[in-house]
């Protein structure tokens, strides 16, 4: 069972952007607390995106033009909302049909048992 | 639901400030995310300060650090080159101006090309890169600001030390230009930005107090050329001359008045005479004029006091080389009048007046193309060349009375 509680940070890395591309792309626009709870939540707990990871990723995505931002205040302090841009939107489609491939072609291979391979004859 | 107060807020801010946060739009961030991790915890039921001190702790001590340096990192990547290239080249411009400076002192050739090169890529190349990386980063726009005045003012400010050292016209505009506003604009915005961010400790003092006691080294050696000793010995030689002078031009008239009353004195004498007066009186009125040119606040009276007793009151500065190049009863017309007269005592005597003064600087001070020059020098020149032909008189007039008597 604890195994489930949180996948290692490699597993993570690459898949960040896409994940967080993912989010936005179903909102409107979201706020970081937002996201990482919003991951929590959706994973029931088993990926827990840091802030961390979270903020230098979010950051790097605006810079490319991915993503803006708007400041709204809330409770005496702002709030940065992020929003995806048209070539965010387009991008986040691209990353996550890329990330279904690469699952599918992960699954040949994890599934693979030793009477499928040619030299265990 | 929860909510912290504007008070709340502005500690958290500090906190996370103080965990070494520059960028501004990562602090929006990362206040706020505190901030909802307290108040998720407040509605827990826990209260305010246990809030704070478990959140802040969750990030360990180094965890908000981090979450700026890896926010710099993936910015930069692409900008790791230009950094790169930014070190070699400092690197490199600052060995070949300390190359510079040690062939400079041993007099080696190539001294000049390197410190050309040196500064030239120091503030062609490195500069504008350092600034560009600064950009980058996204520190805010203040820092951004206070980085581009330090940049700009720091690329004056080498550059007139460059043309200083290398007798290239505007040094001295550039120097004062650049460290203007290094001292007056760029200081002070550097203190308000670390005194904004709370970052007035050690680190940040330490610089502080070296730039300002350097430039204040640096401003007065280049401001104070003469040590005192030299300045006292200088005086000296102007007084001792000063006082010669009236003696000599005393046993003169004496010895005129002798000559005249003893027999009809030579007409010849005579002019020579005039000749040396009108000498005595123009370089008077010179030294009067240039010291007037410097000072033009004091009254004559002073201006003659000064020039008579108390030399170092008004010797201090330069003086305007305008004022000896007039064309009625300036130095042109004193360097014909020392001819004339050298001449009419040839004629007299048969021998070579022979006297001895600088005519190199006189030639200087009226044909070279700057119009400043040290007062104390000019006037010291001149009353030398008073001494001499009012000497060469004595002897004239002596020879003259032994002749007659």
């Known amino acids: 069972m604890y195994i489930c509680l949180m996948y290692s940070k490699e597993l993570l890395k690459g898949t960040l952007k896409t994940i967080i591309l993912k989010l936005l792309s179903e909102s409107d626009s979201m706020y970081g607390y937002q996201i990482t709870q919003k991951v929590k939540e959706i994973t029931e707990g088993k990926i827990n995106l840091t802030e961390g990871a979270l903020y230098p990723a979010l950051h790097k995505l605006e810079a490319d033009g991915l993503l803006t931002t708007e400041k709204i205040e809330v409770g005496n302090r702002v709030r940065k909302y992020y929003r995806l841009t048209q070539t965010g939107n387009n991008d986040a489609k691209e990353k996550v049909e890329e990330l279904k491939e690469f699952m599918e072609t992960l699954k040949t291979i994890i599934n693979i048992t030793p009477q499928n391979l040619a030299w265990s004859n | ?405």
């Open chain 2, 1 to 405: 639901m929860e909510q912290l107060t504007e008070k709340h807020i502005s500690e958290i801010t500090t906190l996370i400030k103080a965990k070494g946060v520059e960028m501004e739009e990562l602090l929006y961030d990362l206040v706020d995310h505190v901030c909802c991790m307290i108040e998720e915890k407040m509605e827990q039921g826990k209260n305010y300060p246990s809030a704070l001190d478990e959140t802040m702790s969750s990030f360990g001590n180094k965890g908000i650090r981090n979450i700026q340096e890896e926010t710099t990192y993936l910015l930069t990547k692409n900008i790791l080159v230009m950094r790169k290239t930014m070190h070699i080249i400092g690197i490199t411009s600052a060995i070949m101006l300390l190359l510079g400076s040690i062939f400079k002192i041993q007099h080696w050739p190539g001294a000049g090309v390197m410190y050309v090169l040196g500064a030239a890529s120091l503030c062609l190349i490195f500069m504008p890169l350092y600034l560009t990386v600064r950009i980058k980063e996204k520190v805010g726009k203040l820092n951004t600001w206070t980085n581009v005045v330090g940049v700009i003012s720091s690329i004056a400010l080498c550059f007139g030390i460059l043309f200083k050292i290398m007798h290239w016209p505007m040094a001295n505009m550039l120097m004062n230009i650049g460290g203007f506003v290094l001292i007056l604009i760029f200081l002070p915005l550097y203190i308000y930005n670390s005194y904004k961010n709370k970052q007035l400790k050690t680190s940040t003092i330490v610089p502080i107090i070296i730039s300002i006691a350097g430039f204040s080294l640096m401003f007065s050696l280049v401001k104070l050329r003469n040590s005192q000793d030299v300045t006292n010995a200088i005086l000296n030689i102007q007084y001792t001359i000063n006082s010669d002078v009236e003696q000599v031009i005393k046993t003169n008239q004496s010895l005129i008045a002798d000559l005249k009353q003893d027999t009809i004195p030579l007409n010849e004498l005579m002019k020579a005479d005039e000749i040396a007066n009108s000498i005595n009186t123009i370089i008077n009125d010179l030294n009067f004029e240039i010291a007037k040119s410097q000072h033009p606040d004091l009254s004559n009276e002073q201006i003659t006091q000064f020039l008579a007793s108390d030399f170092q009151a008004i010797s201090n500065n330069n003086g305007d080389l305008a004022v000896l190049r007039k064309k009625e009863k300036g130095l042109a017309e004193l360097m014909n009048l020392v001819t004339a007269y050298e001449n009419q005592y040839q004629q007299l005597t048969g021998v070579n007046a022979n006297l001895i003064y600088n005519k190199e600087n006189l030639d200087y001070y009226l044909n070279s193309n700057s119009q400043l020059f040290p007062l104390g020098i000019v006037i010291n020149d001149l009353s030398l060349l008073n001494l001499q032909v009012q000497k060469t008189h004595t002897g004239l007039l002596q020879n003259y009375k032994g002749r007659v008597s």
